[in-house]
């Protein structure tokens, strides 16, 4: 088992530039989410998909965020236009069937905006 | 406000000294309460999930325990590769979101 897959796992940018981090959770999981983590903060949920349709998206923080589950196997975050205050790290977690069940994190993408 | 809080922040132990990491939560309508390891520059890794007060779980030197109000870690004997931040995470009620707490950094000394 693969676990939880994500890419770019480090990225640099500058502010204003469109950044896209991507995620490919365990195969057979239906639940997908992204959290943030930042030392002042810890992990805060962003988004929660349930079979591919998002149903939370509440944690959100801007306009600036957008994501996209376009099939089981594929999930984007994007950040345009980004800011310096954008920068932590970005986990893709996913569970079994809801979102009560156990949920397994990815490596997680570093993200500096400079 | 739903609310996790974890304590201490960071705790040193020598290598054999056991101790306890404190996870207290204010939530309504308690699902399920979780634990997670996480080593620098990974993702938490899951270790337990507890249902209702009473409940234990143990893990090699790691043993958690649950009440109505806070969840405790217990670590015995541990071995200077159990240093890691250990995250306590509550699934409450209303909208099924996993509240994090901010994590108890554990050093174990040789």
């Known amino acids: 088992d693969a676990g939880v897959i994500q890419s770019p796992r480090h990225e640099v940018t500058e502010m204003g530039q469109e950044v896209t981090l991507r995620c490919k959770p365990i195969s057979g999981h239906n639940s997908l989410f992204w959290y943030r983590q930042t030392m002042m903060r810890g992990l805060e949920l962003l988004i929660y998909f349930n079979n591919n349709v998002p149903i939370d998206d509440s944690g959100m923080p801007e306009d600036r965020f957008s994501a996209k589950m376009p099939n089981a196997s594929f999930s984007t975050l994007k950040i345009q236009p980004s800011e310096p205050r954008d920068s932590a790290v970005y986990f893709c977690?996913?569970?079994?069937?809801?979102?009560?069940?156990?949920?397994?994190f990815g490596p997680g993408t570093r993200l500096l905006v400079l | 406000e739903d609310q996790v809080t974890q304590s201490p922040e960071a705790l040193r132990l020598q290598e054999g000294e056991s101790s306890s990491l404190n996870c207290s939560y204010t939530?309504?309508?308690?699902?399920?309460l979780f634990w997670y390891r996480q080593d620098p520059g990974k993702g938490p890794e899951f270790l337990f999930t507890?249902?209702?007060a009473g409940e234990e779980k143990e893990k090699e030197r790691l043993k958690a325990t649950l009440t109505k109000k806070e969840s405790f870690l217990h670590i015995t004997a541990p071995k200077p590769e159990d240093s890691a931040t250990y995250l306590c995470a509550v699934l409450e009620g209303s909208q099924g979101n996993l509240i994090f707490g901010k994590g108890t950094k554990l050093s174990v000394k040789p």
């Open positions: 977690a996913s569970s079994l069937e809801r979102r009560q069940e156990t949920q397994y």
């Open positions: 939530v309504s309508g308690l699902r399920g």
């Open positions: 507890l249902y209702s």
